[in-house]
């Protein structure tokens, strides 16, 4: 199928601008809100920003903690390990089919979802008492973390415009190294003197409420998308070509 064949249409609507590719059989369709022409939508890559600082906060925070929770839990620091392991096999894992099942539901179901079992997870080890329910709750956390890193880039990449993704993708990036400087620190410090159970606690009060800012400040999904393959994308390719 050739050049002449792709349709590239843009109209407005409300206060949205749908950009419509065309690649019979296949269709894509994305809107973004007109403002994004105006300036740079902070609110939603700081939203983004701090579902990423949860995750990775989340995921580092823990290695330092094992021999407390050992400890704890009346086991060695090596076995307590498993944990580490079941989290970060289960988030690789799952990451896989994040992509593809938010271009069938929408990014910001799967976000929030991801949002909403992250806040249950860790409520839940807040309360933990036994290792095996440790061990499969932290395995149900790494599928949120997966599903949060992977969602909140695919969002970020649906919702700006080109000229505005690298600021848009900078910003969330930043998410990772603010983790490691002030949420793995305040984590280590919180664990010293409250118990590592709090560690979990706060992740979870500081999930819910970044839960319910993003059921309320994040747009609609701006990807509806019916497409398979590699041609849509060639497509998508040649009509930015066009711009």
Known sequence: ???????YERRRYRNCEIVAVIDRPYNRVIIRPVSDAAGFKWTVALILFGVLFLGV???????????????????TPGHAGIIVTTY?????????FVGPLSDRVGRKKILV????LFTIA????????????????????GLAAGTLSTSALSFAGDYYP???RGRAMGVLSMGYFVAFVIGVPAGA???????????FGCLSAAAAVMLAIALARLPRDTNHKKHVGRRSVFTDHLVKRDR
Do not use: K, N
């Open 1 to 7: 199928m050739g050049i002449e064949a792709a349709l």
């Open 57 to 75: 906060s989340d995921t580092q925070l823990v290695p330092p903690l094992l021999p407390l929770i050992a400890q704890d839990m009346g086991t």
């Open 88 to 96: 970060s096999l289960a988030a690789a894992a799952f990451a896989l």
């Open 113 to 116: 979802s991801g949002l909403a």
């Open 122 to 141: 860790s409520f839940l080890t807040y309360h933990v008492s036994s290792f095996s329910a440790l061990v499969i709750l932290r395995a149900m956390t």
């Open 162 to 164: 080109y000229e505005q």
């Open 189 to 199: 410090l919180a664990a010293s003197r409250l118990g590592w159970h709090w560690v």
